[in-house]
């Protein structure tokens, strides 16, 4: 709440469901698959929010300490244990091991697994192809290092609407932009010192991780991602 973040915010940037982060904050831990999780769960928020985790977790087991786990093996199970030299006969056992092998092959050709895997129907020499060419394609990293800040644009496809972003990135960053219907054309985590061109339909709906660390060119202007960056996540709006 310090931070000005709700909720969905948090389940956004750390992958968690609103219901298991209000849980956590309710300190239900019973309403959880284990401590193992709620541990993960906790070192992840509190990446998030920049808080030492060591001190959250001595929290957590002071409040709920971890169940160590203890095997008592019977004094008698009713079978004498081999004896030096002792020969045991395992051949039983490996005939039952075949059986249980071949029930098992069986089994799986009589469900037909994993699947009959159906081949494209052929496509006859004078047909006209249907398909259309993406409508945004993503350039790989330069051979040499980029050096940040020489953003050089390229001409994007023909066509009327179709509008260019060149994304650089200084470290690594997750990037996600959905075109003017919605659909998303680009979604990956891109490494320091590459370039990613994205060209699509306007207006964009961007979601940057690490934003901070991006820079962003549309239409051959520079893009100030900080009046839209909240916790290192930039969102916005492009037309």
């Known amino acids: 709440m310090a931070r000005g973040l709700s909720i969905a915010d ?12 209000e849980i956590i904050e309710r300190d239900d831990f019973d ?24 001190a ?4 957590l087991d002071r409040q709920k300490p971890q169940v160590v786990v203890q095997i008592d093996l019977p004094q008698d199970t009713g079978a004498a244990l081999p004896q030096p030299g002792e020969q045991r006969n395992y051949y039983p056992y490996l005939i039952l091991l075949v059986i249980l092998l071949v029930a098992g092959v069986g089994l799986a050709v009589f469900l037909d697994w994993p699947g009959k895997v159906e081949k494209p129907a052929p496509v006859a020499s004078n047909a006209t192809s249907t ?28 066509g009327t609407d179709i509008r260019q972003l060149i994304f650089v ?16 054309i680009f979604a990956q985590i891109n490494e320091p010192g590459t370039r990613q061109i994205v060209n699509g339909k306007p207006p964009f709906a961007l979601v940057i991780g690490n934003a901070s660390h991006v820079q962003l060119q ?3 202007q520079q893009v100030d991602l ?9 969102r916005l709006t492009l037309e």
Not at 13 to 18: D, E, L, R, V
């Open 56 to 59: 959250l977790l001595a929290m």
């Open 169 to 184: 990135f200084e470290d690594k960053s997750w990037v996600e932009v959905k075109d003017a219907t919605q659909r998303v």
């Open 131 to 158: 398909l259309q060419p993406p409508l945004a394609y993503i350039e790989q990293p330069p051979a040499t290092p980029f050096v940040p800040g020489q953003v050089v644009a390229e001409t994007p496809p023909v």
């Open 10 to 21: 948090v389940a956004q940037s750390i992958k968690f469901s609103p219901r298991q982060i």
């Open 31 to 54: 309403m959880l698959p284990g401590t193992t999780f709620v541990r993960g769960f906790i070192r992840g928020y509190a990446k998030l929010l920049k808080l030492d985790d060591q």
């Open 218 to 220: 549309f239409e051959d």
């Open 226 to 234: 900080r009046p839209h960056t909240k916790v290192d996540v930039a």
